[in-house]
């Protein structure tokens, strides 16, 4: 049973929630977008599918265990950041021709952060270590997607919608992912569990929701301007 004083446990039933509701509305709407915008639609609607299946385990493990569910976070997360790398490599691909490399560029930044994060969590490393090994992953996609390889793709050959969703995913990644560290910080104490959590799930909530919502935008502008 969810105890309503649980403040924890109820972001993780209202976020389960919105997933669901995200994953219903993206795919609904891909009858709205035209041509290669569909396939975004499609993956937005990936990300939050899963997200939802997952969270519904892990406010099970939380309500009945009061720790973090961190391997199914990690499960998740493992699943959909590569999903939202292909994101941004379809929303250059749309426009461009864009070399393979750039999104193998992308994807093991993702992966060195993810991976790190996972091992200073369940301590099979030190933790902070890990975290300064995982926080180079994340600036290092920082840095190619405003000054390398993507950026400058973006800004020559985009369209209007393409370099609005391109620099509304930009934000994303630096503002709205930087939310992660945070909750991995409030990690560190004994009774860091329910502040890495509410952090965690918050960041979801805009992470996957947001971001999907922001791809929409773009996808259906498109499609009345075309
Ligand atoms: C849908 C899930 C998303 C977008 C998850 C994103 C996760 C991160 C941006 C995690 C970042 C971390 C660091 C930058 C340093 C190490 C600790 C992490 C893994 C929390």
């Given at each position: 049973?969810?105890?309503?004083?649980?403040?924890?446990?109820?972001?993780?039933?209202?976020?389960?929630?919105?997933?669901?509701?995200?994953?219903?509305?993206?795919?609904?709407?891909?009858?709205?977008?035209?041509?290669?915008?569909?396939?975004?639609?499609?993956?937005?609607?990936?990300?939050?599918?899963?997200?939802?299946?997952?969270?519904?385990?892990?406010?099970?493990?939380?309500?009945?265990?009061?720790?973090?569910p961190t391997v199914f976070r990690y499960v998740?997360?493992?699943?959909?950041?590569?999903?939202?790398?292909?994101?941004?490599?379809?929303?250059?691909?749309?426009?461009?021709?864009?070399?393979?490399?750039?999104?193998?560029?992308?994807?093991?930044?993702?992966?060195?952060?993810?991976?790190?994060?996972?091992?200073?969590?369940v301590?099979?490393?030190?933790?902070?270590?890990?975290?300064?090994?995982?926080?180079?992953?994340?600036?290092?996609?920082?840095?190619?997607?405003?000054?390398?390889?993507?950026?400058?793709?973006?800004?020559?050959?985009?369209?209007?919608?393409?370099?609005?969703?391109?620099?509304?995913?930009?934000?994303?990644?630096?503002?709205?992912?930087?939310?992660?560290?945070?909750?991995?910080?409030?990690?560190?104490?004994?009774?860091?569990?329910?502040?890495?959590?509410?952090?965690?799930?918050?960041?979801?909530?805009?992470?996957?929701?947001?971001?999907?919502?922001?791809?929409?935008?773009?996808?259906?502008?498109?499609?009345?301007?075309?």
């Amino acid at each position: 049973m969810l105890d309503p004083q649980d403040y924890v446990g109820v972001t993780f039933w209202i976020i389960s929630a919105a997933m669901v509701a995200a994953t219903y509305f993206f795919t609904v709407e891909r009858d709205r977008a035209v041509g290669k915008w569909k396939t975004s639609l499609t993956v937005a609607a990936m990300v939050t599918g899963i997200a939802a299946i997952h969270y519904f385990y892990m406010r099970g493990v939380w309500i009945e265990t009061n720790a973090s569910p961190t391997v199914f976070r990690y499960v998740d997360w493992l699943l959909t950041v590569p999903l939202q790398i292909v994101e941004f490599y379809l929303i250059l691909a749309a426009i461009a021709v864009v070399r393979a490399a750039l999104f193998w560029k992308l994807m093991i930044g993702s992966l060195v952060m993810l991976i790190f994060g996972y091992l200073g969590e369940v301590g099979a490393m030190d933790y902070w270590i890990a975290f300064i090994i995982g926080m180079a992953g994340w600036l290092y996609i920082i840095y190619e997607i405003f000054i390398g390889e993507a950026s400058q793709i973006s800004a020559s050959q985009g369209t209007a919608a393409s370099q609005a969703a391109f620099n509304a995913l930009r934000i994303i990644v630096t503002v709205g992912w930087a939310i992660y560290p945070i909750g991995y910080v409030l990690g560190a104490g004994a009774e860091g569990a329910a502040g890495l959590n509410i952090v965690y799930n918050l960041a979801d909530f805009v992470n996957k929701i947001a971001f999907g919502v922001v791809i929409w935008a773009a996808a259906t502008s498109s499609s009345e301007s075309a």
